[in-house]
């Protein structure tokens, strides 16, 4: 999936300072209502011995904000090597 827009400009950056555009766009875009999930799944950036990075709070933070304001439950999926896996596909599909 790309990443999503809003007025043309991507939400999602290499380096993620903040989630707050993520949520922008889900309240403007209405995925909720679209998509009506039963959950969310959130990324938690760990570091690879399994300890907080600098950014796991804020996604967590993140999570939170999207369970207080649409009532789903979210769940943590551990993001080590997900970089690493999709650097990996795009390489096996030539981009």
């Not at 209502?33 to 690879?48: F, H, K, R, S, Y």
């Not at 300890?51 to 804020?58: D, H, L, T, V, Y």
């Not at 997900?82 to 990996?88: D, G, P």
Request: aromatic letters at 10%; a positive charge; charged letters at 25%.
């Amino acid at each position: 999936m790309p990443p999503v827009k809003l007025n043309d400009e991507s939400c999602f950056t290499d380096k993620a300072q903040s989630y707050v555009p993520v949520i922008k766009v889900i309240v403007h875009k209405t995925h909720i209502q679209e998509w009506q999930p039963d959950a969310i799944a959130v990324g938690i950036p760990l570091n690879m011995d399994g300890s907080e990075s600098k950014m796991s709070p804020r996604a967590r933070k993140f999570g939170k904000r999207i369970h207080g304001r649409f009532n789903l439950p979210f769940y943590e999926a551990d993001e080590r090597l997900t970089s690493f896996e999709a650097k990996n596909w795009a390489g096996k599909l030539g981009h």
